[in-house]
Every structure is written in structure tokens, then in C-alpha cells.
């Protein structure tokens, strides 16, 4: 009923694009892709929207305050206010910046947070591109959002918005290393680089399985390294409030703010569900007899997800701001060792000790 | 027109223009945008031959980590641009000079027909279920093992005589300690003395 209705809508569209002369195969196959990312795009930023409530909730909850709770029951349209807010304020452009770049800067930074989902597996079939280098795209997509952010603090014009943006570009690249060598013990221990099989070589009777603990140094040195990549609190020095104001999006208003704060919660739900997939163990249910099928599988990833999400919130509440120097020495003295050394120690294991299987 | 054949030529004409904007814009980190918008459209292209992890990679590696290392020098200079048109009358006969020479050679090259389609013909489309990744790593390994391994070693080298070239050793610099900064205890900074508390006297809060 549904795919008869699916397919129906998309022949009609496609009828009525061809009638300007272009091939009805073609305009069937661009329909149908499109529908299938508005299927992704539109629950992540109702996702993104309700991410905000809930961090404003539980930081609330976490410093004994009630948090939003005035637009509609609870407080939970409260996002919905402020994108309204957002959407109607006037964009401000700072004399001498550059028009063009500081337009086009947020967009920047929000089209590879987004363009990451597409490889992103929420079951083991509900995958939008099941390509066979999906971690390696993925990685690439996560090193793009860092263009956004140098642009923004160089088309500024403004000294606080440059100071935030190399203290970010500086901040993102060096953990992006950390980054990669965590997600290389992952394909050493997956043996692939696509992400539904890299969950499926994680699945076995419990949780014990997944790849969180034979990868422990690993999956801490991720997780860390992804709340600094996505400058978030206690990394967010970036756009230390107390130094330089708001850093590289201290010129930006309405929408165009809305849409760099948009790309960073669009960012943490990503390295959360990343996070998932790689290390703890994606849809698979943590015990085996809370196998529900497909169904099932999808709500263990978004629970998964949340929760992981959560402690993005929690650290937030809990961590006061690293120093920048600080910042620096953790990503490359500390955990770029750790995970190389990992590396080695995976590799040791699986060709010369008896352990290998510990890893598989 | 098939579809590939199509995005191909959107795909090149993107990055030919991307790539002429590279050389005439006057802006230094306009240019280096556009330097950037050439990897991407090649790395499109590439994808359109099927070599997905050479695609992958490059924009990985010279999109994600070079160019933004490259944007952030470019960004913090301070380049006058009419001291570097100065010699711009100078320079050009020697400058034209290169530019023919250049020229010639890749007439030269072309013309021999080594890329010509009877050389060059079109790959086969591989099957379902081939990865590309898998076999680059197998052929890496086994094959071309050492070349791979040289290549590895001069990097290497470069990285470390790099750091060996700018490391600066100056006398009588004040440094901090991170690491003993964070190893530090609350006794080393802080003496708890335990003493009798004391009845102020009558009178002293004056």
C-alpha cells in the first residue's frame, strides 16, 4: 500500500520533470534519492532541534533548575521558538567582510555533518549507500566541517572571530589524526571498511562483544577526540566565552547563527552515532534474547545513540574549559601515542600470540 | 548522453574553471578556496572512473588536512600585492620563455599518442562486490612492497628534518610544564596546619 503509493508519487514527479526533457529514468532515479534523504534529514533535525531542549533540560536538571519551560506543555516548543526567533531576525554583514564567503561559511560547515548520514547504517538494511570505503567516507566528510568554521573567523573581519577560528582549525586538525588512528584499530579488527560489516563482526551473545572492550584505549581516545573535534565543552575554546567573546561565529546572527549551532548539534549526533557503530556494536541489541528484529535494531541504535549523546550534555554540566596548551598536549602527546600504540598492539596479537581472537 | 558521461563534463568544467581562478584571483585565500574546489571536483572525477579510494583519499588527505594547513598560513599573511607585481615586466621574457617551453613539451607528449584512445581504452566496468580498497591494499603489499616502504622512510625523513630545520633552541626562555603542571598535588602547593581554633579577644573587632 505504502510502496504502491511511494512508487505512484515518484512516477507522477517524474512524468511531470520529464516534460522538460529530461530522460523519466533519470528524473524517476533523482526523485526517488531525494525522498529517501528527506527520510534521513528531516527525523535528524526534529533530532537536532529536540538536542537542544534536552541539553538545555538537563544541564537545567544537573544545576537544580527547572530549564525551558514556557512555550507549550513542558517547554517543548521551545526550539521551535527560537528557530522562529532566529529565522526572523535581520543578518547582520560586519563592514569589509567578505560578502560571499561569510554567507556561504555556516553552510560550509553544515553540509558535511549532514552528508556523513548517508553511509550512516541504521539496521543492517536501512542504509541509505552501503559503499564499501564507508568509514574512509565518513572521515572525510567529519575533516570537511573545518572549513566552515576558518572561513567564518577569516571572512569576519573580526579579530575574536580569526583568534577563534585558528584556535579551532589548530584544535581540529590535531585531534582529526587521533581520530583516524582510532578508526584504523576498528578496520584492523574488522577487517573492512564498511560500517554494516563492521557492526556485524561485533555481533556475539552480550555487549561483551562489541568492540569497546578489546579496543577499550581506543573507544576512550575516539569519544574524546570527537567532543574536541566537534568543540564542544570542556574543548570549546574555540568559542571561550570568556576570552574572545564567541569566538569564530561572534558576527554572525539570526539564521546564519542558527546554522552553525544547527551543524554543531547535527555534529555531535553524528560522532555519537559513529561512536555507536564503531564501538558499541551499532543495532545489535546488548543481550541476545532482546533480539526484535528489525524493528528492534533501530531502536537499539537511536537508544544508543541518545545515550552517548548524553554525555556530551553531562560533560558540558560537569568539565571546566581545558586551557589551550593543554588541548595541544592531550591530542598529540597523549593520545596519538596511545592509539598508535594499540595499533601495534592489535597487530602483534592477531599474527604472532595466541590473543588474536580477543580482537575479532 | 549517459548520465556518467554527463557529470563527467560538469565535473571537469567545474575544475578547469576552479583551477584557472586558482592562478588569476588576486585574493591569496580565494585561491586557495578554489585550489580546494579543484581537489573536489577531481576527486568527483576519479569517483567517476571507479576509483573510489584514490577519490576518498584525496579529498581525505589534501582537502581535509593539507589545504586546511595551507589556509591557515595564507590566512595570517599579510601579502602586498603590488610589491608582487613589481618585476612583473622583468620577469616575463624569461617567464614566457618557461611558458612556451612547457607548452612544447606537452604537445610534445600528447602528440606521440600514448594517450590516444587506441592506448587508452576504456576500463571495463568492474562486478558487483569488487573493492576497490582491498585490491590497492593486496597489489600495495605484496608487490610493490618496498617502493611502498622507501616511499614511507623519505616521508619520514622529511618530517623529521622538517621539525629538525625550524626547531629553534634559544637560551634563557621561560617555559611551562604541562605535564608537571598536571601531575601536581594538592600537597606540594598547599600545607594544612592543624592549630587550635582561637576565641577572639573582647574588644579586637574594633
Redesign the interface.
Known amino acids: 500500500m505504502i510502496s504502491n503509493f511511494f512508487s505512484w508519487l515518484t512516477n507522477s514527479i517524474a512524468d511531470i520533470i520529464a516534460w522538460f526533457g529530461i530522460p523519466h529514468e533519470?528524473a524517476l532515479n533523482g526523485i526517488q534519492n531525494v525522498f529517501w534523504v528527506l527520510l534521513i534529514l528531516l527525523p535528524l533535525l526534529i533530532a537536532v532541534a529536540y538536542t537542544t531542549y534536552a541539553e538545555r533540560k538537563v544541564i537545567g536538571f544537573m544545576q537544580a533548575r527547572v530549564g525551558p519551560n514556557r512555550v507549550g506543555p513542558k517547554g517543548l516548543l521551545q526550539p521551535f521558538a527560537d528557530l522562529i526567533k532566529l529565522m526572523l531576525k535581520e543578518v547582520v554583514i560586519p563592514t569589509n567582510a567578505n560578502r560571499y564567503?561569510f554567507i556561504t561559511a555556516p553552510l560550509m560547515t553544515l553540509i558535511p555533518s549532514f552528508a556523513a548520514w548517508a553511509v550512516l547504517p541504521f539496521t543492517n538494511k536501512a542504509v541509505l549507500a552501503n559503499?564499501?570505503?564507508g568509514l574512509?567516507?565518513v572521515?572525510?566528510m567529519t575533516?570537511?566541517g573545518?572549513?566552515g568554521i576558518?572561513?567564518a573567523g577569516?571572512a569576519s573581519n573580526s579579530k575574536y572571530a580569526?583568534l577563534g577560528?585558528?584556535r579551532s582549525?589548530?584544535q581540529?586538525?590535531a585531534y582529526?589524526i587521533a581520530m583516524g588512528f582510532a578508526l584504523v584499530g576498528v578496520l584492523m579488527a574488522a577487517g573492512s571498511?564498511n560500517l554494516v560489516d563492521i557492526v556485524e563482526a561485533q555481533a556475539g551473545r552480550s555487549f561483551f562483544s562489541w568492540y569497546w572492550l578489546p579496543l577499550f584505549p581506543l573507544f576512550i581516545v575516539y569519544f574524546v577526540s570527537g567532543v574536541a573535534e566537534t568543540n564542544r565543552a570542556p574543548f570549546d575554546v574555540a568559542e571561550g566565552e570568556s576570552e574572545i567573546v564567541a569566538g569564530f561565529h561572534v558576527e554572525y546572527s539570526g539564521i546564519t547563527f542558527a546554522l552553525f549551532f544547527l551543524a554543531e548539534y547535527a555534529n555531535m549526533i553524528l560522532i555519537s552515532a559513529l561512536t555507536v557503530l564503531m564501538f558499541l556494536g551499532g543495532w545489535l541489541p546488548p543481550v541476545s534474547f532482546l533480539d526484535f528484529g528489525e524493528v528492534g535494531n533501530a531502536f537499539w541504535f537511536i537508544s544508543k545513540t541518545a545515550l552517548v549523546l548524553f554525555f556530551f550534555l553531562w560533560f558540558r554540566a560537569t568539565f571546566p574549559r581545558y586551557r589551550y596548551?593543554?588541548i595541544m598536549?592531550l591530542g598529540w602527546k597523549v593520545f596519538i601515542p596511545i592509539t598508535i600504540i594499540w595499533i601495534v598492539v592489535i597487530g602483534v596479537a592477531t599474527f604472532y600470540t595466541p590473543f588474536g581472537g580477543f580482537f575479532h | 548522453m549517459t548520465f556518467t558521461q554527463l557529470s563527467f563534463y560538469l565535473f571537469s568544467a567545474v575544475l578547469v574553471f576552479s583551477a584557472a581562478m586558482v592562478i588569476t584571483i588576486k585574493n591569496p585565500v580565494k585561491a586557495a578556496l578554489f585550489l580546494v574546489l579543484a581537489f573536489v571536483n577531481a576527486a568527483f572525477v576519479w569517483m567517476t572512473l571507479e576509483a573510489e579510494f584514490l577519490a576518498i583519499v584525496l579529498i581525505l588527505v589534501y582537502v581535509g588536512a593539507v589545504m586546511v594547513l595551507f589556509l591557515f598560513v595564507v590566512m595570517m599573511l599579510d601579502i602586498n600585492l603590488d610589491r608582487m607585481r613589481e618585476g612583473f615586466t622583468r620577469y616575463l621574457p624569461i617567464g614566457g620563455v618557461i611558458a612556451v617551453i612547457m607548452l612544447a613539451e606537452m604537445i610534445w607528449v600528447l602528440q606521440k599518442g600514448s594517450f590516444s584512445l587506441a592506448n587508452m581504452p576504456r576500463p571495463e566496468p568492474k562486478p558487483d562486490g569488487y573493492s576497490n580498497t582491498k585490491e590497492l591494499g593486496q597489489v600495495l603489499y605484496t608487490e610493490y612492497v618496498y617502493p611502498f616502504e622507501i616511499a614511507a622512510i623519505i616521508l619520514l625523513v622529511a618530517i623529521i628534518a622538517a621539525i629538525a630545520l625550524t626547531l629553534r633552541r634559544r637560551p634563557g626562555v621561560r617555559r611551562q610544564e604541562p605535564s608537571a603542571q598536571v601531575a601536581v598535588q594538592a600537597e606540594d602547593r598547599l600545607r594544612v596546619v592543624s592549630m587550635k581554633s582561637e576565641q577572639p579577644k573582647r574588644g579586637d573587632d574594633k
Open positions: 533519470w564567503l559503499i564499501d570505503a574512509l567516507y572521515l572525510a575533516s570537511l573545518v572549513y576558518i572561513v577569516w580569526f577560528a585558528l582549525a589548530a581540529i586538525v582529526e571498511l596548551d593543554q598536549r
